[in-house]
């Protein structure tokens, strides 16, 4: 089966940037992509990877080496509104090409 | 802008009751899926539509739990009976054909079995 790993709890400072990284184990890899939550909210998608290298949306960037099976989120400039649960989720062959599997999560607090 | 729809949005029941969430997919989002979700952990999913098809439901305990999604748009899944276990937030999501990876998601339902 596929397993996904990432820090349980991050701590950061308003205006500093931070990383969440993500391991992962798939058969067939297809992508990872990352969500956000905030306490009581939805999942919102942040961003995709199938491919190594960094992606770029805004204060947020997402990172994949498939040949390490590591990808990572980085959070630039970071904001009050930041402190959330960010998840990575991978499209596998297990998971079929339609759906994803979602780690446990990582909980970022940001502090002034 | 578009969002998914879900009730309710809470839910407190007794062990052996029966409970049914509903959910509303964006317009046109032909895939529709069901997370539950535990407090502290990420969404499991338990099924999967395409249109009023099943696609996948092989995490979904079918002793207990069922999901339909009759005229392809709107979706209920129901637990009969509830067990303590089954406590946990119930998550609706949808995306459309070909982006596999960008699902929208409801409010949820938050599930409490007494």
């Known amino acids: 089966g596929q397993s996904l790993e990432q820090p349980s709890e991050v701590t950061a400072v308003e205006g500093a940037i931070v990383q969440i990284n993500c391991t992962y184990q798939t058969s067939g890899f297809y992508g990872l992509s990352w969500y956000q939550q905030h306490d009581g909210g939805a999942p919102t998608f942040l961003s995709y990877n199938a491919l190594d290298g960094l992606e770029e949306t805004g204060r947020f960037s997402s990172f994949l080496s498939r040949s390490d099976s590591y990808g990572y989120l980085l959070l630039q400039e970071l904001q009050m509104k930041d402190s959330a649960s960010y998840f990575c989720?991978?499209?596998?062959?297990?998971?079929?090409?339609?759906?994803?599997?979602f780690g446990t999560g990582t909980r970022l607090t940001v502090i002034p | 802008e578009a969002e998914v729809a879900q009730s309710p949005r809470y839910k407190i029941t007794e062990k052996s009751q029966a409970v049914a969430f509903w959910c509303d997919p964006i317009?046109?989002?032909?895939?529709l899926y069901w997370y539950r979700q535990i407090l502290g952990q990420g969404p499991e999913l338990l099924v999967q539509?395409?249109?009023?098809?099943?696609?996948?439901d092989s995490q979904l305990p079918k002793d207990r739990f069922s999901a339909e999604r009759l005229k392809g748009v709107d979706s209920t899944l129901k637990i009969q009976p509830a067990e303590l276990g089954d406590s946990a937030m119930y998550l609706c999501?949808?995306?459309?054909?070909?982006?596999?990876?960008?699902?929208?998601f409801g409010p949820g339902t938050r599930l409490t079995v007494l």
């Open positions: 989720a991978v499209r596998d062959r297990e998971t079929g090409a339609n759906n994803l599997f």
């Open positions: 999501a949808s995306r459309i054909a070909g982006a596999y990876n960008e699902q929208f």
């Open positions: 317009s046109g989002h032909a895939t």
């Open positions: 539509f395409q249109d009023e098809s099943v696609v996948d």
